[in-house]
């Protein structure tokens, strides 16, 4: 295998190892606190979960479904975007649906990317954001996770000095695994830089609803002539409490949604089609869910910050997404954020995502994800604070 010529551009995967010790922990009969991965712990509201039991109730909608979408789930996610963002689209040429988020941007990547294209991408980020076009052939040149004025200092730098010139721009805000926030401001200048530049530019919006301030998340499309370049990835993994559902969408320019569906329709015959009915419900419906679950996360996230602060380590707030980007303790910030992730585990029973999992930029930080109610993230600063202590 490992003369494979995409498995040998990727390298082993960083969170191997420490679930191989959880489950191992498990297996004993260890209680592991898992905040690493983003798995959100509810379930859709009962109407959604109605209408998937309805529909697959009927002979008829047990085979084939469609590649791109069932038509009232692209229009859903049309009149999503207009409630939401204001933003007109097209539910033919400008929505396609896909298997989640992260199955769409692979794809795109694999629908757009030749050998040896270069693609900017943030580090820290999702690692999607990155193996999707390095699997795909592509070099990666990093930029900054976060949207301040290095970013577009880095983005001029790289328009200048690399050889052959980028023709993709990865962003994503809320960000995963850093939860920094952008606005339409910067957006505004992303696009006029995008389009001086004849870039592409992918935007992931999967945290679109997780935000905690008074001011909603903006979409890129939000800017005047954003769908000349843009293509924005969301999904109804967080939102609806719907992860292993697999729907996500891509929204925005025309050539980018034909060559993803184009591609997509070599690949998959979409999602079940009493799958994509009760999203188009979910969509359409009651939206009590994305409040309810803005406040579950959002009180989650008090809960760690206070909790883990008493216990002796400071984790700044996040202002959106499900998880928190926290610096390693200082006694244990020359391990390494994988070592500190294994000895977290083996000593206080706690799970987490080391930093350098989300790009070399990651490593001093651990990814704490905000997927345990409040009584397991107390136990969890109780334990951490014991091991804290044992450390000295």
């Given amino acids: 295998m490992d003369e494979f010529y995409r498995i040998r551009r990727l390298p082993p995967y960083v969170f191997a190892e420490v679930n191989a010790m959880k489950a191992a922990a498990r297996a004993r009969g260890v209680d592991i606190i898992d905040l690493g991965m983003g798995n959100p712990d509810g379930a859709p509201p009962p109407h959604v979960i109605d209408k998937l ?26 009149a999503y975007y207009v409630r939401r963002f204001g933003v007109e689209l097209d539910p033919d040429a400008e929505v396609v649906v896909s298997l989640g988020s992260k199955e769409g941007l692979a794809n795109l990547a694999q629908a757009i990317t030749a050998p040896g294209d270069v693609v900017l991408a943030p580090n820290p980020s999702y690692p999607i954001h990155q193996f999707g076009f390095i699997i795909a052939g592509a070099a990666i040149r990093s930029i900054p996770a976060a949207p301040g004025p290095d970013f577009f200092l880095r983005l001029e730098y790289a328009l200048r000095y690399t050889v052959p010139k980028p023709t993709v721009l990865v962003i994503g805000y809320p960000s995963n695994p850093t939860a920094y926030v952008a606005d339409v401001g910067f957006y505004g200048k992303v696009v006029a830089f995008a389009r001086e530049h004849k870039l592409w530019v992918i935007s992931d919006l999967a945290y679109a609803e997780i935000y905690f301030g008074e001011t909603p998340t903006p979409s890129i499309l939000q800017v005047p002539d954003a769908k000349e370049v843009a293509i924005e990835f969301t999904s109804m993994s967080k939102t609806y409490s719907m992860a292993g559902w697999r729907i996500g969408f891509a929204v925005g320019n025309r ?48 809960c760690l910050v206070q909790s883990f602060g008493r216990a002796g380590w400071e984790i700044p707030a996040p202002e959106a997404s499900m998880f928190a980007w926290a610096p390693i303790p200082e006694p244990f910030r020359a391990m390494g954020s994988m070592e500190f992730s294994k000895r977290l585990l083996a000593e206080a029973n706690v799970a987490v995502a080391p930093g350098v999992g989300f790009g070399e930029e990651g490593e001093g930080f651990v990814r704490i994800a905000l997927v345990e109610n409040d009584q397991r993230l107390r136990q969890a600063a109780r334990n951490i604070k014991k091991f804290l202590g044992s450390a000295g």
Avoid at 61 to 77: N, T
Avoid at 266 to 284: E, I, R, S
């Fill in 255 to 302: 050539t980018l949604i034909n060559a993803l569906t184009r591609v997509k329709s070599y690949l998959d015959y979409g999602a079940f089609t009493p799958v994509q009915a009760a999203a188009t419900v979910a969509l359409n419906g009651p939206q009590d869910i994305v409040e309810a679950n803005r406040q579950l996360y959002k009180a989650r996230r008090d």
């Fill in 53 to 78: 039991a309805e529909v697959a109730r009927n002979p008829r909608a047990h085979g084939y479904s469609a590649s791109k979408g069932i038509a009232g789930l692209r229009k859903a996610q049309a």
